[in-house]
């Protein structure tokens, strides 16, 4: 019997677990995918090229650094807008819609006290679970509990780009959050994104900076966790975006350890 040409229920299963992994994980590559599914190359190109064609992801090239060599660019896959609204992006316009009300009615202030409000009882759960003494074992701490909420994080040793930064940033750590529930409304109202990157440096006891955020457009939430023994100072510096921070600590394209 001819078939209807409808994609199989197995297929689009597979295809569901290929662009959840990409969200996951952040910029990967095709091998990295097949890798961790299982998958023949030709299996995963074709799940790729259809989550190309239903816009769900899109490719980039790899950034890399120092000399990586002759050949081609490596090309990694990310999840689009359109691809993260998939993924239980709800009550979106509403949302926007109630802080546009407020910020008209009541002022910016007011949009910002509304997001220390909403991140003070993430804030108290998650300082429930940060008792380890050690800083990385307080960041991972953070990230599993943000990824009990969804936000797909992992943690780990910051990357130094460069001797000089290896000498100023000697134990820094770095949390990366590749799902973002609120990125739509945060795009819109950052105050959300600093409100969040605060209470991480309460949390953690040590400044933070965030690096970057999917709400500006970059592909993973980036915070950078600053190593010192002052501890207790929580002081953080701003919601930045990775556009003009090129040197900055960035995530792995291929995700494979954060």
Known sequence: MKSSGAPEPAARS???QV??????LGPCTAATLGGRLSLTPAAIRRHLD??????????????????????????????TDAGRS???????????????FIEQSQGKQAVAEFARRQVSELERRYAEVLTKDDLAGRVQALADALS????AAAAGPAP??????????????????????????AAEFPQ?????????????????RRLATIAHGDGICTTHV??????????????????????????????SDI
């Open 192 to 208: 959300l994104c600093e409100a969040e990157t605060e209470a991480f440096g309460r949390l953690l006891g040590v400044p933070v």
């Open 160 to 185: 130094a780009i460069g001797a000089a930064n290896a000498r100023l940033q000697p134990n820094g750590q770095q949390i990366c959050q590749h799902h973002c529930p609120v990125a739509h409304v």
């Open 19 to 24: 662009a959840r992994l990409i969200l996951e």
């Open 226 to 255: 600053t190593c010192t023994s002052t501890q207790g100072n929580t002081s953080t510096q701003g919601n930045t975006s990775t556009q003009g921070n090129e040197n900055e600590t960035v995530p792995s394209p291929e995700g």
């Open 50 to 79: 259809t989550l190309i064609a239903d816009g769900m992801i899109e490719t980039r090239t790899a950034r890399s650094y120092g000399n990586r060599g002759r050949g081609r660019p490596a090309k990694v896959f990310v999840v």
């Open 86 to 100: 998939a993924f239980e992006h709800a009550y979106d316009d509403l949302a926007t819609s109630a802080l546009r």
């Open 14 to 16: 597979t295809r569901g």
């Open 148 to 151: 009990a909420d969804g936000y």
